[in-house]
């Protein structure tokens, strides 16, 4: 089961890939914040290849450790 909310800078791929709008995607998220460091806004999920415009709906289940909004 998905827990309420994911922090996107711990989530694993396999968690992320648990909600439906990002769904197949999770591995890419996992691969963004190892390449370019921790997401300091869910908003970012716009620049993981292959995902802009695609996760809209996710946001009410992300959180982002340490982020202000």
């Not at 460091?37 to 292959?50: I, K, S, T, W």
């Amino acid at each position: 089961m998905t827990k309420l909310h994911l922090d996107l800078n711990q989530a694993t791929a396999a968690d992320l890939d648990e909600i439906p709008e990002l769904k197949g995607h999770g591995f890419e998220i996992v691969r963004y914040r190892e390449d370019r460091g921790r997401f300091d806004a869910v908003r970012q999920l716009e620049e993981v290849p292959g995902l802009a415009g695609k996760w809209g709906g996710a946001e009410a289940r992300l959180t982002v450790s340490g982020a202000e909004d």
